[in-house]
């Protein structure tokens, strides 16, 4: 699963997901990648998010709108709402993967609780940097 | 503002004691890449949108990822896909699933967004609407790789273990692409074997 969430000069925020799925899927099997909500969610009030991983279990924790969900009716930031959602409330259920996310005023968060997540950052400087492993 | 673009590639066991430095340094280019394609557009005063639509299609279309080109295999041995789009300013949202013959899936989500009164399209019905739109229609072929391939008979071999059924891709006719040889580039492709996704 591949993602990207972008902040322009404008101050819009935009995500974006796209994925093969899961190998050996049948059934007409959808994971979180296409599900507005569990694997891909932006808004300019709080933040954008793309998710990759066991995609069940990101539907079922509704994991790209509960982290906007912490930041705009608990006031969390972008990063601790990321890690409750990902190193606490998927750890606690089993699901394993990531997400990107990020707010409003360019502060972003790379939370993922497998192994390792293909990930990298660009910010307004130029600045950059990719990241694999833990 | 601070414009500022996230990507990630895909999470799994991806570790440095299972990684080839040529797939790493594969890996990090097209990563880089991808990343670098939707800065310049957001340096330029282009929109997130559009960064993110043109980031997403670069990985799409490297086969290192799974998404687009490289994208694993179905159980019937096809490659279908899914993809969504959200703007943060309107909260508008498109997305696609299941499709199997567009080339940047992507695109079709943001599409879908723009183009249509809808939020999701699946299967048939959304490729002919991409297809309606202008966007580019791939034989299913295109997405093919030797690594993924393999990834998906390793996971029937093992289901076959455990079931004890019948070669299940024999039986639905499934016919695998007339692509000869092994490109360069599939011998860079990370093979986790079942991804979830």
Known sequence: ?134 | NKITLVIHGGAGTITRANMTPEKEKAYRADLERAMKTGYEILRKGGTSMDAVEATIRVMEDSPLFNAGKGAVFTHEGKNEMDAAFMDGKTLAAGSIAGVTTIKNPISAARTVMEKSEHVMLVGKGAEEFAKLKGLEIVDPSYFYTEPRWKGLQKALQEEKMQLDHSDTLKKSGFVKPDISGSSAIDKLIFDEGKKYG
């Not at chain 1, 079922?60 to 409750?84: F, P, T």
């Open chain 1, 1 to 134: 699963t591949v993602g990207c969430v972008a902040l322009d000069q404008y101050g819009n925020l935009a995500a974006g997901t796209s994925t093969g799925g899961m190998t050996n899927k049948r059934w007409g099997r959808v994971g979180d990648a296409p599900i507005i909500g569990a694997g891909t969610y932006a808004n300019n009030k709080t933040c954008a998010v793309s998710a990759t991983g066991h995609g069940e279990y990101f539907i079922r924790s509704v994991v790209a709108y509960d982290i906007s969900a912490l930041m705009e009716y608990k006031g969390l930031s972008v990063q601790k709402a990321a890690d409750e959602v990902v190193m606490k409330k998927l750890v606690k259920i089993g699901g394993e993967g990531g997400v990107i996310a990020l707010d409003k005023n360019g502060n972003f968060a790379m939370p993922f609780n497998s192994a390792g997540m293909y990930r990298g950052f660009i910010k307004s400087d130029g600045s950059w940097e990719v990241k694999i492993y833990k």
